[in-house]
């Protein structure tokens, strides 16, 4: 008897379900968040643990096997798979397309959900742990996007009526420094990416810690 395939799903599919079973973690977040476990030296990450992770490390309540299969397809075999292409140093990961507009709201919106983008990049490459040994380049991007991090808090905080003096003038030249971040952000991230999948293949392949696996 062959078992029945978990069927996967498309980005729009994946973002339906977050939503119907009440992700605190926002769609764009935990593509980031699972890019980060993907491509974690810290070997204890695993796919269902790291979903699992989303709902603080209780599953939603799931009424149906079809309703299992349903939301592990989905983010499993649909959005964590995909997301395993960027391991490959020709496969740059992009972050979520964003409408760049030189108004309050929408530069507090952009500000915001590319600083939970980085977070839960960070937070799927530490997987819990306090501190990780990381290759060096990889720790070099990590510590240029907890740099970014900083100036897209301060641009939120900065991004008000009252505090925007300049005007119109300012809320171009804001909306175009965070468009101009997002490649940058994008490159720090495919960087510290390929440098810990880099490590983790070379660790894998040592002697010593193979026998350990077994």
Excluded at 151 to 163: F, K, P, R
Aim: hydrophobic share 40%; proline share 5%.
């Amino acid at each position: 008897m062959y078992a029945r395939p978990i069927p996967t799903a498309n980005d729009d599919q994946v973002r339906a379900l977050l939503t119907r079973y009440n992700c605190p973690v926002p769609y764009h977040a935990v593509r980031t968040r699972f890019l980060g476990s993907i491509a974690s030296p810290n070997l204890s990450a695993s796919p269902l643990s790291t979903a699992q992770g989303l709902w603080d490390d209780r599953w939603p309540v799931l009424e149906s096997v079809e309703a299992i299969n349903e939301l592990v397809g989905a983010l499993i075999n649909g959005l964590w798979n995909s997301l395993t292409r960027h391991e490959n140093h020709s496969e740059p990961f992009r972050l979520i397309s964003l409408p760049i507009e030189a108004t309050v709201s929408s530069l507090r919106k952009n500000a915001l959900t590319r600083q939970q983008e980085l977070d839960g990049f960070i937070e799927g490459l530490f997987n819990g742990a306090d501190d990780l040994a990381l290759p060096k380049g990889a720790a070099r991007a990590v510590e240029r996007l907890a740099e970014a991090r900083m100036t897209l808090a301060g641009i939120q905080a900065l991004v008000s009526d009252h505090e925007i003096r300049g005007g119109q003038d300012d809320l171009i030249a804001t909306a175009r420094h965070v468009q101009q971040m997002t490649s940058v952000l994008e490159r720090e991230i495919h960087t510290a990416v390929t440098e810990c999948t880099r490590a983790r293949r070379i660790l894998l392949r040592t002697p010593c810690f193979a026998g350990k696996l077994h």
